[in-house]
T-cell receptor, first 116, second 115 residues
Framework: AQKITQTQPGMFVQEKEAVTLDCTYD???????LFWYKQPSSGEMIFLIY??????QNATEGRYSLNFQKARKSANLVISASQLGDSAMYFC?????????????FGAGTRLAVHP | NAGVTQTPKFQVLKTGQSMTLQCAQD?????MYWYRQDPGMGLRLIYY???????DKGEVPNGYNVSRLNKREFSLRLESAAPSQTSVYFC??????????????FGQGTRLTVV
């Protein structure tokens, strides 16, 4: 069975500092994709970054980077130079093939608060 | 470009009532999904449709039915609503195929309260 685990229900960080949000996953598939989404208080889901299981380099998108450790099955999100607008829920998600279908499953999320 | 459109945005139901949540996407995606979001539990997959004409159960399908009406539309029906179905419901769509790197696009969500 596939599973995403986010062990930090809440995190806080000072503005302009970096923060790491943890994500571990479980799958028996060799080919899979890992995603991070942001959900601000307004409720919409915003795609941040993607990492493929065969990608050799860690993904980066602006201030977001994904620390991918395949052997440990972890895909932590690093936000550099935090801003007040980064305060939100953050979800880690995994796409893998199950029974020939392409499913997308999510973790429980981490609520990040950025303090001035 | 509207993306994924869900209706309604808010709904209050009485226990035992039925309703259908509508979802439509205009991105020509094959795969569509229904999730529910509850505090502390993230987004849990209710049903998904890998392509037109196919649907499959996700993690929490009990109490729900779905219809993939055509490539654009994927509806979620609650036949007899229960207070445990109070939640925020999200519809999403994405490309289907052997590619894994396509993100899912989400609707704005439906906040459903069952009293």
């Amino acid at each position: 069975a596939q599973k995403i685990t986010q062990t930090q229900p809440g995190m806080f960080v000072q503005e302009k500092e970096a923060v790491t949000l943890d994500c571990t996953y479980d799958t028996s598939d060799q080919s899979y994709g890992l995603f991070w989404y942001k959900q601000p208080s307004s409720g919409e889901m915003i795609f941040l970054i993607y990492q493929g299981s065969y990608d050799e380099q860690n993904a980066t998108e602006g201030r977001y980077s994904l620390n991918f450790q395949k052997a440990r099955k972890s895909a932590n999100l690093v936000i550099s130079a935090s801003q007040l607008g980064d305060s939100a829920m953050y979800f880690c998600a995994m796409r893998a093939f199950s029974g020939g279908y392409n499913k997308l499953i999510f973790g429980a999320g981490t609520r990040l608060a950025v303090h001035p | 470009n509207a993306g994924v459109t869900q209706t309604p945005k808010f709904q209050v139901l009485k226990t035992g009532q039925s309703m259908t949540l509508q979802c439509a996407q205009d991105m020509n995606h094959n795969s569509m999904y229904w999730y529910r979001q509850d505090p502390g539990m993230g987004l849990r997959l209710i049903y998904y449709s890998a392509s037109e004409g196919t649907t499959d159960k996700g993690e929490v399908p009990n109490g729900y039915n779905v219809s993939r009406l055509n490539k654009r539309e994927f509806s979620l029906r609650l036949e007899s609503a229960a207070p445990s179905q109070t939640s925020v419901y999200f519809c999403a769509s994405s490309e289907f195929g052997r590619t894994l790197n396509t993100e899912a696009f989400f609707g704005q969500g439906t906040r459903l309260t069952v009293v």
